[in-house]
C-alpha cells in the first residue's frame, strides 16, 4: 500500500506564493524520480518540476524562475514553491513518483489525488 497525498495549494492573487507539499506513506523502500505536474480545465496534464533521488531538477519553462521543486528523502516528501503566480498557473496540481516498494515491486508513474490552485487575476 502506497499513498500520495498532496496538500497546500488553495486561493490566491496574482503575484503570491503558495508551498506546495507530497507526502509518501506505506511499504516505501526508496523514491526514485518524482515531481509535480498540473492539469487546467480543457488543457492537457503537464509537467511542472522533477527531481531525481540524487537531486537533479528540472523545470518546464513556465515556471522556471518562479517555482522551487525540493524533497526530503528522510519524510518521504517532495515540496513545490510557487512564486509570482499568475492566472495561467490555475490548476490541479498533481505529484507523481516512481517508488520502490520494501517486498522489491517497483511502482512507476503512482498519482496523488491533486491540490487545486486558483489564482486571481
Known amino acids: 500500500q502506497v499513498q500520495l497525498v498532496e496538500s497546500g495549494g488553495g486561493l490566491v492573487q496574482a503575484g503570491g506564493s503558495l508551498r506546495l507539499s507530497c507526502v509518501a506513506s506505506?511499504?516505501?523502500?526508496?523514491?526514485?524520480?518524482t515531481g509535480w505536474y498540473r492539469q487546467a480545465p480543457g488543457k492537457q496534464r503537464e509537467l511542472v518540476a522533477t527531481?531525481?533521488?540524487?537531486?537533479?531538477?528540472n523545470y518546464a519553462d513556465p515556471v522556471m524562475g518562479r517555482f522551487t521543486i525540493s524533497r526530503d528523502n528522510a519524510r518521504n516528501t517532495v515540496s513545490l514553491q510557487m512564486n509570482s503566480l499568475k492566472p495561467e498557473d490555475t490548476a490541479v496540481y498533481y505529484c507523481?513518483?516512481?517508488?520502490?516498494?520494501?517486498?522489491?515491486?517497483?511502482?512507476?508513474?503512482?498519482w496523488g489525488q491533486g491540490t487545486q490552485v486558483t489564482v486571481s487575476s
Open positions: 506505506g511499504s516505501i523502500r526508496s523514491i526514485n524520480a
Open positions: 527531481i531525481t533521488s540524487g537531486g537533479i531538477i
Open positions: 507523481n513518483a516512481d517508488i520502490l516498494l520494501v517486498q522489491g515491486f517497483m511502482m512507476y508513474g503512482r
